[in-house]
């Protein structure tokens, strides 16, 4: 649905409508990561969500490969499993830290692997000056969109924008390692696909 003053590379929260420029960009914490498959119903079918799987389902391990797209499978009902990343993160707004889930799938699964392996190579310095990987939390990262395109057509996806910076305030850090602990804990929870970003999408969304 159309939400006022949307613009083509806009962030859009879809749970709060609020609008981010894009070019400027948003500030987040990465709490946590999950990999899901959403099933959903072909539209000549009905449409509709059927459910969402983790990859070691049985529902995921005994499905076909798609052959109209790559990163979709197919289940024996026919019903489509899409490929979907979840980050939940804590985005700064004004200086407070608010909860979002951002969904990557499509064009922006490799946007997210990305954002993984940049993840898993931070470190960080202890007293005696050894190093240690640095938990996902610890760092606030610069998120901005940029244009795409392929021969079907273009779109924003999502774009990071220069090096993290280590948490500072420890009632940050605090926040961040409590939301971790939450989304851990509720992570089989999550339902359908509230938040998007991909090809067929001309804001770049949560």
Same mark, same amino acid.
């Given at each position: 649905s159309?939400?006022?003053?949307?613009?083509?590379?806009m962030?859009?929260?879809?749970?709060?409508?609020k609008?981010?420029d #894009?070019?400027?960009?948003?500030?987040?914490?990465?709490?946590?990561?999950s990999? /899901?498959f959403?099933? +959903?119903?072909? &539209?000549?079918?009905?449409?509709g969500? &059927?459910?969402?799987?983790?990859?070691?389902?049985?529902?995921?391990?005994?499905?076909?490969?798609?052959p109209?797209?790559p990163?979709e *499978?197919l289940?024996?009902?026919?019903?489509?499993?899409s =490929?979907?990343?979840?980050?939940?993160?804590?985005?700064?707004?004004?200086?407070?830290?608010e909860?979002v889930?951002?969904?990557?799938?499509s064009?922006?699964?490799?946007?997210?692997?990305? +954002?993984?392996?940049r993840? /898993?190579?931070l470190?960080?310095?202890?007293?005696?000056g050894?190093?240690?990987?640095a938990?996902?939390?610890?760092?606030?990262?610069?998120?901005?969109?940029? /244009?795409e395109?392929? =021969? &079907?057509?273009? +779109?924003? #996806?999502?774009? *990071?924008?220069?090096?993290?910076?280590?948490?500072? %305030?420890?009632?940050?850090?605090?926040?961040?390692?409590?939301? &971790? %602990?939450?989304?851990?804990?509720? %992570?089989?929870?999550i339902?359908? =696909?509230?938040?998007?970003? %991909?090809?067929?999408?001309?804001?770049?969304?949560?």
């Amino acid at each position: 649905s159309y939400i006022d003053g949307a613009k083509a590379g806009m962030f859009v929260n879809l749970t709060t409508n609020k609008l981010f420029d #894009g070019k400027k960009g948003i500030q987040v914490i990465p709490c946590h990561y999950s990999r /899901q498959f959403v099933e +959903w119903v072909p &539209r000549e079918k009905g449409g509709g969500l &059927r459910g969402v799987h983790k990859p070691t389902s049985p529902t995921v391990m005994n499905a076909n490969q798609s052959p109209k797209n790559p990163l979709e *499978l197919l289940t024996d009902e026919g019903n489509i499993l899409s =490929d979907t990343r979840y980050h939940f993160v804590l985005q700064i707004v004004n200086g407070t830290p608010e909860p979002v889930v951002m969904t990557m799938k499509s064009s922006q699964i490799k946007k997210s692997r990305t +954002w993984m392996t940049r993840m /898993q190579n931070l470190t960080m310095a202890r007293k005696d000056g050894t190093r240690f990987q640095a938990p996902m939390f610890s760092h606030i990262w610069t998120l901005n969109t940029k /244009q795409e395109s392929n =021969d &079907r057509g273009s +779109w924003f #996806g999502y774009f *990071l924008d220069g090096e993290p910076t280590p948490i500072q %305030d420890r009632n940050l850090f605090k926040r961040a390692q409590e939301f &971790r %602990d939450m989304a851990m804990a509720g %992570d089989a929870k999550i339902a359908g =696909d509230p938040f998007e970003a %991909d090809s067929s999408s001309t804001n770049s969304s949560f």
